[in-house]
């Protein structure tokens, strides 16, 4: 059964930089494209990134591209997220998933939760000064 644990989250002052860590257990990490999605209080959850099995595709949502960076870590079986400059906005509970979809057309279905077959508990991160 694949077991997804987040870490790294926590408090952080804007403009302070964080990475999480998403540790994948129990199949082939490399059958599984990778993301990351959010939920802050009263809101639904929202796709944040997504990164393809080799870790060459990478996809971001539009609104938070350039602030953000997912990669992964084959060897480590080891996802990350990096929030560059975090604002107050930025905080929510980070959730990363794995998706046993190929990398196509783009990756447009990477962005849908209804995609992800596996995900953790989460992980909070809270911004503040």
């Known amino acids: 059964q694949v077991r997804l644990d987040e870490s790294g989250g926590g408090l952080v002052r804007p403009g302070d930089s964080l990475t999480l860590s998403c540790a994948f257990s129990?199949?082939?990490?490399?059958?599984?494209?990778m993301g990351w999605f959010r939920q802050a209080p009263g809101k639904e959850r929202e796709f944040v990134a997504a990164v393809a099995w080799s870790g060459r595709n990478t996809y971001y949502a539009d609104s938070l591209k350039g602030r953000f960076a997912i990669s992964r870590d084959n060897a480590k079986n080891t996802c990350y997220l990096q929030i560059r400059s975090p604002r107050r906005e930025d905080t929510a509970v980070y959730f990363c998933?794995?998706?046993?979809?190929?990398?196509?057309?783009?990756?447009?279905?990477?962005?849908?939760?209804?995609?992800?077959?596996?995900w953790g508990q989460g992980t909070q991160v809270t911004v503040s000064s």
């Open positions: 998933a794995a998706s046993s979809l190929a990398d196509y057309d783009g990756g447009a279905h990477y962005r849908s939760a209804v995609h992800y077959s596996y």
């Open positions: 129990g199949a082939t990490f490399t059958t599984y494209a």
